[in-house]
């Protein structure tokens, strides 16, 4: 089993979840909106949980004008343990909820505007695929 940082841990804990139980690892393939996904990202060493979304260029992974494959998310590290498990009982897995231009203003009203993000997925490491039992939440 991986090292999950202390705060990834401490999040899945207040979700009644364990990082035993609801993470594995992931492919560089099958990003879907409302996917769960842990990373670490250059230069900072610090894993990331985010949630995948779908834009108008793609859903979850696109190609960008400079050929690179990106991955929309919203980064979820600061979400407040109040707001965290009603953002993932509307949007975890609903792959059409999940779209940037649906939830743009509710997101970044709850997770802060710089929240959003898109990764290179060449340089996204250490994935996991964050699995809930949303009967816990």
Request: proline share 4%; hydrophobic share 35%.
């Amino acid at each position: 089993m991986a090292n999950f940082s202390d705060e990834i841990k401490e999040t899945l804990l207040n979700l009644g979840q364990s990082a035993e139980g609801a993470v594995a690892r992931k492919p560089h393939s099958g990003f879907m909106p409302g996917d769960i996904v842990l990373f670490n990202y250059p230069p900072l060493s610090e894993q990331r949980m985010t949630l995948v979304v779908s834009n108008k260029r793609g859903s979850g992974i696109f190609i960008s004008s400079r050929g690179n494959k990106l991955v929309s998310c919203f980064r979820l590290n600061d979400a407040s343990s109040e707001i965290l498990p009603i953002i993932l009982q509307n949007l975890y897995k609903n792959r059409k909820k999940a779209s940037y231009s649906g939830i743009l203003k509710g997101l970044s009203a709850l997770l802060g505007s710089r929240n959003y993000r898109t990764y290179k997925l060449n340089n996204m490491r250490h994935l996991y695929n964050v699995n809930l039992n949303m009967e816990i939440i």
